[in-house]
């Protein structure tokens, strides 16, 4: 199992910039893809910014040039700096990891942050 502790969020003015942090324990040796994730009420989850097998990080179109993933050595700490904040960004934001073990594969959330981006 992974466990996912995400923290980081609240109020910001429009302009902006928060930093999402994501800390990871347990089999992370088997996590073949993580990333950030966000949610509005009512809606699916979107994908912000994900790495997939080591195979370079994918951004979604609203995140490019605005939001930056990182990650520390260790990989066991993910980050979200987000830049030029938009109202539209207002949501909550999600770490998650999957694994694959043999041929399982096993998804993990955490609870998520909550981001407010207001005047």
């Known amino acids: 199992q992974v466990q996912i502790v995400e923290s980081g969020g609240g109020l910001v003015q429009p302009g902006g910039s928060l930093r999402l942090s994501c800390a990871l324990s347990g089999d992370i040796a088997h996590i073949y893809h993580m990333g950030w994730y966000r949610q509005t009420p009512g809606k699916e989850p979107e994908r912000v910014a994900t790495i997939t097998d080591n195979n370079g990080i994918r951004y979604a179109n609203f995140a490019k040039g605005r939001f930056t993933f990182s990650r520390d050595d260790l990989q066991s700490t993910l980050y979200l700096h987000m830049n030029s904040l938009k109202p539209e960004d207002t949501a909550t934001y999600y770490c998650?990891?999957?694994?694959?073990?043999?041929?399982?594969?096993?998804?993990?959330w955490g609870q998520g942050t909550n981001v407010t981006v207001s005047s």
């Open positions: 998650k990891a999957q694994t694959i073990v043999g041929d399982a594969t096993w998804n993990y």
